[in-house]
């Protein structure tokens, strides 16, 4: 397939919604780093909260490390130590069973799940706070999905591989 030349007209419908999205990024920011500042000092009081949760979070990936080992032993898929949720369809494809990307998607899960548990147990924080701290641990915990980075997504490594990386350029089109 023959790619498309990247033109002018691109590049200034790029810049264009780059910067409407930086400026859309930029007045949220002070919101999110007040409300997580606060979860986060609120955090500083429950050290045994947090151990008890660190602790935890190890044993997971200690588990996970073990079913990987095992997998590339025997050369058969990976056990779940965590699952996605129902309705989770980032992780449907069938590249995600890989060993190796089966790994990164089970390791961010648990981080996610533990961010998220993390942040949802600070306690004394007025409701607002609370709600827009786990709103916005949420936020950033989603955007770091392995599936968001064509470099660690098995779907968008087929389909640049299909489409002779043409599926790149347009998705960096739409991107930016």
Same mark, same amino acid.
């Given at each position: ?14 810049? &264009?919604?780059?910067? %409407? ?24 009081? %429950?050290?045994?909260? *947090?151990?008890?949760? =660190?602790?935890?979070?190890?044993? =997971? ?10 997998? *590339? ?15 989770? &369809? &980032?992780?449907?494809?069938?590249? #995600? ?11 961010? *899960?648990?981080?996610?799940? #533990? ?45 640049? &591989? ?12 739409? #991107? *930016?």
């Amino acid at each position: 397939m023959n790619a498309q030349p990247f033109t002018q007209l691109d590049m200034t419908a790029v810049v &264009r919604n780059a910067t %409407q999205n930086s400026k859309q990024q930029a007045e949220a920011m002070p919101a999110m780093m007040k409300a997580l500042g606060a979860a986060g000092e609120a955090l500083q009081a %429950q050290p045994h909260f *947090l151990m008890e949760k =660190q602790q935890e979070l190890a044993q =997971q990936h200690m588990a996970l490390a073990a079913s990987f080992m095992e997998a *590339l032993q025997t050369g058969s898929p990976m056990q779940d130590v965590v699952s996605p949720d129902n309705g989770d &369809r &980032r992780f449907n494809h069938e590249g #995600w069973q890989h060993p190796v990307f089966s790994l990164m998607k089970q390791s961010y *899960l648990l981080g996610a799940s #533990w961010m998220n548990t993390v942040v949802s147990g600070a306690e004394g924080l007025d409701p607002k706070t609370k709600h827009q701290a786990t709103f916005f641990t949420q936020m950033l915990v989603d955007a770091m999905s392995p599936s968001n980075n064509p470099m660690t997504n098995p779907e968008v490594i087929e389909k640049a &591989r299909e489409t002779g990386g043409e599926s790149l350029r347009q998705g960096m089109v739409n #991107w *930016l």
